[in-house]
């Protein structure tokens, strides 16, 4: 998960695009809301993902990491 974090937050700041992708977009909000909350430091809890997505507990885990 850091190497991730860390290589998006690299991206960003050289102002590079980088399309990230999963075949139904749960991993990506996963992800993208773990590097909203430790990168840009945003409080906001809400899950931005498809309508219907219900993390089963292995990405419910990963949503609770405290880095």
């Known amino acids: ?3 991730f974090l860390k290589l998006l937050e690299s991206l960003e700041k050289e102002n590079k695009r980088i399309f ?3 075949i139904m ?3 990506v909000s996963v992800f993208m809301h773990l590097y909203k909350k ?3 430091k945003v409080s906001d ?3 931005i993902a ?3 997505y219900e993390p089963n507990e292995v990405w419910q885990e990963i949503l609770n990491i405290n880095m």
């Open 1 to 3: 998960m850091k190497l």
């Open 20 to 22: 990230i992708h999963c």
């Open 25 to 27: 977009n749960y991993r």
């Open 38 to 40: 430790f990168v840009w």
């Open 45 to 47: 809890d809400t899950l």
């Open 50 to 52: 498809p309508a219907k």
